[in-house]
């Protein structure tokens, strides 16, 4: 018995460290979230962050909708308290990516 035993608890041991590895997996985020808070800047000051403000609004948006509990950083928040608080943000870290602000953003928020 205590022989069977051993190669029970090994493969369970297997089982588990394999689902744990699982359980982390690696997202590609796609559009601007590469481009930095220093074009943000530049754009909005150049009235040309249309594309940069549709990304940060649908990054948050998919947030939202992909949490699994109650979690919506854009409630009660509209259009100009988020691009205010990202021009805000981004004054301060102008060389942090659009994905850092935007979870920063999530962070501040999360409602």
Known sequence: MKYLLIPVVLITSAVLTAHAAQATKTVTIGGVSASTCGKWSALRHDHASNGHEQWILGYLSGAADNA?????????????????????????????????AARSFEKEHPR
């Open 68 to 100: 699994s509990d109650r979690v919506n950083p854009l409630e009660r928040l509209d259009y100009f308290a988020i691009t205010s608080w990202m021009d805000n943000y981004c004054k301060a870290h102008p060389l942090d990516d659009m994905l850092k």
